[in-house]
């Protein structure tokens, strides 16, 4: 049964709990092919109640995809230890090591994301939308910089392209190679995934490492 408190910790529990189901229904079936109606009726509550946390099913797509993105940030930067210390190659590395943590356990995250992307496109969802998204990614740019800012110091990596465009090109080649093993768009006969992704991995290294 939906709980009615008012109280700001049981809100955001209940808001939490509503975004994680709406993750799990749209990560198993599609964005476009689940209704608000639908998720009310999975999380417990009626559909006015579900408005009262999202106007409208684009924010809440949104609201979905920047809370699970952070949440994996978030988890995954906690096995980061003495990152003063770090050189930027060892921080390039644990960056690279991020995208094939998310094939190994965090599939169901990729899925949602290939599918959040097509819907981001065919809603043609406007920047004040996105703008939590967008807010999430410039997260990760900030400590993209950091990395970047530490190659020019140490020389450990190459700064031959600009910050933004090796951070364009790292972001979405291994994004687009972790996602197509996890949905399944790569032929795997014989084929060990971990061993390519690894490879992916490697390549890049050899292409930034000084």
């Not at 496109?121 to 999430?136: G, N, R």
Request: hydrophobic share 40%.
């Amino acid at each position: 049964m939906f709980n009615s408190s008012n109280k700001p910790q049981v809100v955001e529990r209940r808001r939490i709990d509503v975004m994680e189901k709406g993750f799990k229904m749209f990560a198993e079936r599609s964005i476009e092919s689940v209704s608000m109606q639908q998720i009310a009726d999975h999380v417990g509550c009626g559909i006015a109640t579900l408005y009262r946390y999202f106007d409208k099913k684009q924010g809440y797509v949104v609201a979905i995809a920047t809370w699970k993105w952070e949440q994996f940030q978030k988890e995954y930067r906690k096995h980061m230890k003495n990152t003063d210390k770090m050189t930027a190659l060892e921080k390039f590395t644990f960056y690279l090591d991020s995208f094939l943590e998310l094939y190994r356990n965090h599939r169901d995250l990729l899925r949602y994301n290939q599918m959040f992307n097509i819907y981001v496109q065919s809603e043609k969802l406007d920047a004040e939308t996105m703008t939590p998204y967008q807010e999430m990614i410039d997260q990760l740019k900030a400590w993209f910089h950091e990395m970047y800012v530490k190659a020019q110091a140490d020389h450990t990596l190459k700064t031959d392209l600009s910050e933004q465009e090796m951070f364009s090109a790292t972001l979405h080649l291994m994004l687009a190679v972790v996602t197509r093993y996890a949905i399944g768009l790569v032929y795997q006969s014989g084929s060990d995934p971990e061993k390519e992704l690894e490879l992916q991995k490697e390549l890049l290294l050899t292409r930034f490492k000084a």
